[in-house]
Nanobody, 124 residues
Framework: QLQLVESGGGLVQAGGSLRLSCAAS????????IGWFRQAPGKEREFVGA????????SYADSVAGRFTISRDNAKITVYLQMNRLKPEDTAVYYC?????????????????WGQGTQVTVSS
């Protein structure tokens, strides 16, 4: 069983930046593809971005492309979601998800493990 923990959420003004982290309890993420998703109140969970297990491929939703970047530390312990030029419509609970191996999958159905989520609120 893989337990994922997100951190780094908070309140930020429009135009600001936040960096979210996703780590696995007690192990590395070297064999896992990682996806980031978000869910705003009253809306369905939506894809934000993903990284393949090798780290050689990424994919982003059109709404965040050019503003958000996924990266992984050299020890492959933590995956990051760097969010720049944040907008009020980015307000949501952000989740990281993982699957063994795999590419930069965009569907939540492709992921096996999920974190508990971290709140991101962008004020106008």
């Amino acid at each position: 069983q893989l337990q994922l923990v997100e951190s780094g959420g908070g309140l930020v003004q429009a135009g600001g930046s936040l960096r979210l982290s996703c780590a696995a309890s007690g192990r590395t993420l070297s064999s896992f593809a990682i996806g980031w998703f978000r869910q705003a109140p009253g809306k369905e969970r939506e894809f934000v971005g993903a990284m393949s297990w090798r780290g050689d491929s990424t994919s982003y939703a059109d709404s965040v492309a050019g503003r958000f970047t996924i990266s992984r530390d050299n020890a492959k312990i933590t995956v990051y979601l760097q969010m720049n030029r944040l907008k009020p419509e980015d307000t949501a609970v952000y989740y990281c998800a993982a699957r063994v191996l795999g590419d930069a999958h965009r569907s939540p159905d492709d992921y096996t493990y999920w974190g508990q989520g971290t709140q991101v609120t962008v004020s106008s």
